[in-house]
């Protein structure tokens, strides 16, 4: 397996008990995978990983009065290692702006954790074609990013990108989501944007949406995908093993 290459499964609101929740952590633990879980399940999924390092979905950018948030510093006693910011779903159901993006991401560097930042656009804005596309992704790069480059001065090894555009995600019908090609062109336009606007060298950026035994390959084999942010494939072992294997 290529070394570099990092596969992110993002469990959403699965499963629905804790003993399924152990039994399917067990089943995929693998090393360059990265297994973020809702947050009743962290401590027990923890203690059955040997080799996948534990994630989770999201953090609050303080600690204090905050009734039902989970600071980064709550996560690090978890032992969390890595925590998704700004996934789509969250942006559209919770009205997450780019300013509480911001204020999370900072707040999961400064705590020491690895942040997964999700970025990508809805399908009205791909319909105008891939040029505005461009655009609304930079534009999210740039205001999640804002004001991080003194941090990402010493902890840009800890940033990581997830590019998810959100009309691929959960399609559900086991066909290719976006074409490798497409979304090579994207992460590729993301990565100069990440040097030119904040001066990160070879930074890891994941393709998600969708990716499944039957696509993956068609992503993992090109050198510009870092590796993947799977969602429902992270659920079937099976199929999940088949992900990881696409890695050459
Ligand atoms: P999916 O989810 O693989 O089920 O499309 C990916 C994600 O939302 O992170």
Same mark, same amino acid.
């Given at each position: &397996?290529?070394?570099?290459?990092?596969?992110?499964? =993002?469990?959403?609101?699965?499963?629905?008990?804790?003993?399924?929740?152990?039994?399917?952590?067990?089943?995929?633990?693998?090393?360059?995978?990265?297994?973020?879980?809702?947050?009743?399940?962290?401590?027990?999924?923890?203690?059955?990983?040997?080799?996948?390092?534990?994630?989770?979905?999201?953090?609050?950018?303080?600690?204090?009065?905050?009734?039902?948030?989970?600071?980064?510093?709550?996560?690090?006693?978890? /032992?969390?290692?890595?925590?998704?910011?700004?996934?789509?779903? +969250?942006?559209?159901?919770?009205?997450?702006?780019?300013? &509480?993006?911001?204020?999370?991401?900072?707040?999961?560097? +400064?705590?020491?954790?690895?942040?997964?930042?999700?970025?990508?656009?809805?399908?009205?804005? +791909?319909?105008?074609?891939?040029?505005?596309?461009? /655009?609304?992704?930079?534009?999210?790069?740039? =205001?999640? $990013?804002?004001?991080?480059?003194?941090?990402?001065?010493?902890?840009? =090894?800890?940033?990581?990108?997830?590019?998810?555009?959100?009309?691929?995600?959960?399609?559900?019908? #086991?066909?290719?989501?976006?074409?490798?090609?497409?979304?090579?062109? &994207?992460?590729?336009?993301?990565?100069?944007?990440?040097?030119? /606007?904040?001066?990160?060298?070879?930074? /890891?950026?994941?393709?998600?949406?969708?990716?499944?035994?039957?696509?993956?390959?068609?992503?993992? +084999?090109?050198?510009?995908?870092?590796?993947?942010?799977?969602? #429902?494939?992270?659920?079937?072992? $099976?199929?999940?093993?088949?992900?990881?294997?696409?890695?050459?």
């Amino acid at each position: &397996m290529n070394q570099k290459k990092l596969i992110v499964a =993002n469990w959403k609101s699965n499963p629905n008990d804790l003993a399924s929740a152990v039994k399917l952590a067990k089943a995929i633990d693998h090393k360059n995978v990265v297994i973020a879980v809702p947050f009743p399940f962290l401590p027990a999924v923890y203690k059955q990983l040997k080799k996948s390092a534990l994630g989770a979905q999201d953090l609050f950018w303080a600690d204090g009065p905050y009734t039902g948030e989970v600071s980064a510093q709550d996560l690090k006693i978890l /032992k969390v290692k890595y925590v998704i910011v700004g996934h789509s779903e +969250r942006r559209k159901n919770l009205k997450e702006t780019d300013e &509480m993006i911001n204020l999370k991401l900072k707040a999961a560097l +400064r705590g020491g954790l690895r942040a997964v930042l999700c970025v990508g656009e809805p399908a009205t804005v +791909r319909k105008k074609g891939i040029k505005e596309a461009k /655009k609304f992704v930079k534009q999210q790069l740039v =205001n999640d $990013l804002k004001s991080t480059n003194k941090l990402l001065k010493l902890k840009a =090894n800890k940033l990581i990108i997830a590019y998810e555009p959100v009309w691929a995600i959960s399609t559900g019908k #086991g066909s290719e989501p976006d074409t490798p090609e497409e979304a090579v062109g &994207m992460i590729k336009f993301i990565k100069e944007i990440l040097y030119s /606007k904040f001066h990160i060298l070879n930074p /890891k950026v994941l393709y998600g949406g969708s990716v499944n035994a039957k696509n993956a390959k068609g992503f993992l +084999r090109e050198k510009e995908v870092d590796g993947a942010l799977v969602g #429902g494939a992270s659920l079937l072992p $099976l199929e999940f093993h088949k992900v990881i294997n696409a890695i050459i």
